[in-house]
């Protein structure tokens, strides 16, 4: 599903924010990326949807070869990918339902295709009742639920989330995570990047812990790197 082989990002400048990172995520499975600020969890995802170009090392994504696509071609990766940020980044003039429906136009679905699956995604994430709602009028969970409905549109094998639980308190970030877990056991693949230990220390998931952009830790086997 997701291999990364003696991957590094060197910024301009000579910043290192990866460095020799090798390991693979499998279909169906959750993995939590964990680490302090600064150590290289947004990087790690921001290589897996092509917003940064790794400096050297190999990266497949859902059977796409990452490292030589080209950059012409990064839409048909995303459309692979679902992506969930700390910031929802929702449309402040579409309420609720045109946000999630927005990523259907876009991938030119038919009216009533959009219309169905847009009420689908509403009832998964239980926000039927904030449908005509505005991001304005949503509470941070709220919005953080719609930005997942969006990021599921178009059908992604694999869910990548960067700190979606940031700025929510404990209880609207447990039930962010059972959303998300939710999603991963109907078979989609969930990385989610966080530095909440507490969410990390309560749900048994692999874990894949980054200090200064290498792999120290992968719990999945209980190996130090």
């Given at each position: ?22 390991t693979?995520v499998?279909?169906?499975?959750f ?18 949807y ?32 679902g ?21 259907l136009e ?9 219309d ?6 509403l ?10 709602k ?37 209880d ?11 999603i991963n056991?109907?078979g989609?693949?969930?990385v989610m ?8 220390n ?13 792999i120290?830790?992968?719990?999945s ?5």
């Open positions: 599903m997701i291999s990364l082989k003696n991957v590094s990002l060197v910024f301009q400048g000579g910043s290192v924010a990866l460095s020799n990172i090798t693979k499998n279909e169906g499975e993995v939590y990326l964990i680490g302090h600020s600064g150590s290289g969890k947004s990087s790690f995802l921001k290589l897996l092509k917003d940064y170009i790794a400096t050297k090392g190999e990266i497949e994504v859902a059977n796409i070869d990452v490292s030589k696509l080209p950059k012409w071609k990064t839409p048909l990766l995303r459309r692979k990918i992506i969930v940020t700390q910031e929802p980044q929702l449309l402040e003039n579409r309420n609720t339902f045109e946000n999630i429906s927005f990523a876009v991938m030119g679905a038919l009216p009533e295709e959009i169905a699956k847009t009420n689908t995604l009832d998964l994430v239980e926000l039927n009742d904030c449908a005509y505005y991001p304005g009028q949503l509470s941070g969970g709220e919005q953080t639920r719609v930005s997942i409905a969006r990021a599921l549109a178009n059908n992604p094998v694999v869910l990548l989330c960067d700190e979606p639980t940031g700025n929510l308190d404990p609207l970030s447990s039930q962010i995570v059972s959303l998300l877990e939710k056991r109907a989609t693949t969930v990047a966080t530095h909440d230990s507490s969410i990390v309560r749900r048994k998931k692999r874990v894949l812990e980054l200090s200064d952009g290498k120290v830790r992968d719990e086997d209980g190996s130090y790197i």
